[in-house]
């Protein structure tokens, strides 16, 4: 079985029955990412199995710490031996730092996993960030105001999405200025 379709079933067997929502919204990220061929070549399918463990966090089963992107990533290391890129980034997805910092799980994340190289931490920030709740394509704008409406004022999650809204927009342009590059 290849990276993909591991990644795939596997997310599939954690997510889809207590979390369908956010299964919709994973396969919806997965899509994005089988799109960035173009500008990641061979490493397409590693971004691509990354984009569909990114929120295996959620899942019931593994929640440790309550911050997903370190249960995740800790899951995927100590249970399945998962490849390091694939581990790494899904610790560090979508500019996971601020929320870390804000649970105070920074020092843990940043000893526990390395960041990626720049061009996959921005493409699967961008897969994440462009897609919405129920798997539908976003423009970025739209998918933030969407995460502070749906947590709404004062909530950790929303503190951590303002203090990442810069990484996030400039991982989403970096993405977008390399797939209009390609079409030149
Ligand atoms: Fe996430």
Redesign the pocket.
Known sequence: MGQVEWAYDLAQRLLEEPLPRRWAHTQGVGKRAETLGPILGAEADTLTAAAYL??I??APDLVDTGF??LDGARYLRDVHQADETLCRLVAH??CAVNEALERSLYDALVAEFDQERPELVDALTYC?MTTGPDGQQLDVADRLAEIHSRYGPGHLVTRSITASTPCILASVGAVQSALAARQE
């Open positions: 990114h929120d966090g959620y997903h992107p997805h979508s994440d």
